[in-house]
């Protein structure tokens, strides 16, 4: 079963994306993978404190996306290939990168600033 | 459902409810938030009918009789059991009144809140008591449960725990109408909020609608209050040149 | 029967003050009686004159009207009955207090709950008290009209009893 345990909620965007993105992140790291079991709504919702309407949107969302497939009755499972996984990370990236970039443009800074930047902190 | 239509109240002079129509379907947890003052609990009361009012108030269609009154339960700030009785013959007193009781939730919630069931409620400390209050209207078996700022006096862990454990045990029937002033606590735990000022109502939202907006539910109340966030500058730039 | 009577009870309330109360009252009732037993005796007693030894009935002395002798002797059971009907204000007001139990009294899916609960008692102490005075008015009338001999009894002792209450 899914462990919740290195989740928190911020402040600043919606739950249940923040809950999305918690569980993308895990399949990227690996700490989630094919068939693994989600937490049932009402357990996860007691769990976090949250709504379970949140929880459900979060839910369906997955479910959308491919990532997760409910069964009627049963726990709701993870579902992955090395397709998605890799999608999966291609989006992560470009999003956290972009996070950055206008981050680093707010500063003020150039893009040859930044790149020196990189190539400075990475050790 | 528990339908309000153009609900008034009028004490002396003043207007406690003014013209209020409120829908509360089932299944949903909804806070009702508002100034001292505001209503909350003449709204509560109205629908328990604890005092009269003008306009027409429904449970499940039917006026609100001893009928169905029972499928209302209502947890209180100012408290309502009986101080010389200890747990378990509230337990009792309550079963013996309300067929639905559920005995797995009233031992199961005393535990977990590690309250004891021999001694008199009025040994307890006040967020003992508040707990117990919410035990027992959880505990009834009714179909909406009405508690009026039930956590004045609980630190902050226990009313964390408690919203986890209602979140729990709620059954997809089960409505919660829940007044409070902790609105940032309870954000994430309610999926509706509603608004009382003046006796009336002045907001009325679903929170994944502010959700999606992007925003938050403290600064839906202030908008809808109009709530100036230089009020308390201004307030300051005045006196300081007064005594400058 | 035992259900009832549960269903009069009012939960957790201290019914020692009211039971104590209703003891007390009964008591100095009780003890206001033998003073009627005493003015009953003394003024029987009255009607016969000692010739030596032995006692001898005046025929001519009229024995005092009942309702006299009686007099304010039994009102202590009236007065009992009505401090007993305070205990219903007294019990209202225990639901109001510390905690709101009125609350979950008024929420009750039974009617007449807190009717019951606050009232039946107090009224049957007080139906008590109004039962032990009749009983015992009509005792005393019994054995005045009987114990005193006929020739001293003045006619219309019972509606005398009614002419002084109104």
Same mark, same amino acid.
């Given at each position: ?11 600043? *965007? ?55 497939? *409910? ?40 893009k040859e600033e930044v790149i020196s930047l990189i190539k400075k902190y990475w050790e | 459902m528990i339908e309000l239509k153009n609900v008034t109240k009028a004490y002396s002079g003043k207007t406690a409810l003014d013209n209020v129509s409120l829908t509360l379907p089932r ?16 709204l509560m009361k109205s629908i328990l009918g604890f005092i009269k009012y003008n306009g027409e108030i429904t449970l499940d269609g039917q006026p609100v009789t001893t009928a169905n009154i029972s499928k209302i339960s209502f947890a209180t700030s100012e408290h309502s059991f ?8 509230? /337990? ?12 797995? /939730? ?28 919410? &035990? ?8 909406? &449960? ?49 608004? &009382? ?36 500058? /201004?307030?300051?730039? &005045? ?6 | ?83 007993? $009907? ?8 225990? $639901? ?30 007080? $139906? ?9 008015? $009509? ?28």
């Amino acid at each position: 079963m899914i462990s919740f345990d290195g989740f928190t909620i911020e402040d600043g *965007s919606p739950i249940y994306l923040q809950i999305i993105l918690y569980i993308k992140r895990c399949i990227i790291a690996g700490t989630i993978v094919d068939g693994d079991e989600l937490p049932s709504r009402r357990v996860l919702s007691a769990l976090l404190g949250v709504n379970p309407n949140t929880i459900q949107k979060a839910y369906r969302l997955l479910e959308d996306e491919g990532l997760i497939q *409910s069964h009627s009755g049963a726990k709701s499972c993870v579902v992955l290939d090395s397709r998605t996984l890799q999608r999966l990370r291609a989006e992560l990236l470009e999003s956290d990168i972009k996070n950055i970039i206008s981050a680093m443009k707010q500063t003020g800074l150039e893009k040859e600033e930044v790149i020196s930047l990189i190539k400075k902190y990475w050790e | 459902m528990i339908e309000l239509k153009n609900v008034t109240k009028a004490y002396s002079g003043k207007t406690a409810l003014d013209n209020v129509s409120l829908t509360l379907p089932r299944g949903e947890i909804v806070g009702l938030f508002g100034e001292n003052g505001a209503g909350k609990t003449t709204l509560m009361k109205s629908i328990l009918g604890f005092i009269k009012y003008n306009g027409e108030i429904t449970l499940d269609g039917q006026p609100v009789t001893t009928a169905n009154i029972s499928k209302i339960s209502f947890a209180t700030s100012e408290h309502s059991f009986f101080p010389n009785l200890n747990a378990e013959l509230h /337990r009792d007193f309550y079963r013996h009144h309300f067929p639905t009781f559920s005995d797995k /939730r009233f031992y199961g919630l005393m535990e977990f809140f590690d309250l004891p069931l021999k001694k008199p409620l009025r040994s307890f400390s006040t967020g003992q008591k508040n707990q117990f209050e919410v &035990i027992m209207a959880l505990s009834q078996g009714a179909d909406y &449960i009405l508690m009026d700022e039930p956590f004045a006096g609980n630190d902050v862990f226990n009313r964390e725990d408690f919203y986890k454990v209602l979140l729990g045990i709620l059954e997809p029937h089960e409505t919660v109408l829940l007044s409070t002033h902790l609105i940032e606590e309870v954000s994430g735990f309610i999926g509706r909020a509603v608004l &009382i000022h003046s006796g009336q109502i002045v907001g009325d939202v679903d929170v994944a609608d502010l959700e999606e907006q992007g925003t938050s539910l403290i600064d839906y109340i202030k908008q809808t209050y109009n709530y100036r966030a230089d009020r308390v500058s /201004r307030a300051l730039s &005045i006196l300081t040149d007064e005594e400058g | 029967m035992k259900n009832k009577f549960r269903n009069c009870i009012l939960p957790g309330y201290n019914y020692e003050g009211e039971k104590t109360t209703f003891i007390v009252m009964m008591i100095l009732s009780g003890f206001c009686c033998l003073i009627y037993d005493y003015r009953y005796s003394t003024a029987r007693n009255r009607l016969y004159d000692w010739n030596g030894k032995e006692k001898v009935l005046n025929v001519h002395a009229a024995m005092p009207d009942f309702a006299d002798l009686l007099g304010w002797t039994l009102w202590g059971f009236l007065i009992s009955a009505g401090i007993m $009907l305070i205990y219903i204000g007294v019990r209202y007001n225990y $639901l109001h207090q510390e905690s709101k139990s009125i609350y979950l009294m008024r929420r009750l899916p039974s009617k007449g709950e807190i009717f019951r609960r606050c009232s039946v008692i107090p009224l049957a102490e007080a $139906l008590i008290f109004v039962l032990c005075w009749l009983v015992l008015l $009509l005792l005393f009338f019994a054995i005045y009209m009987i114990s005193t001999p006929d020739e001293c009894l003045t006619p219309g002792q019972w509606s005398k009893i009614w002419e002084v209450r109104l």
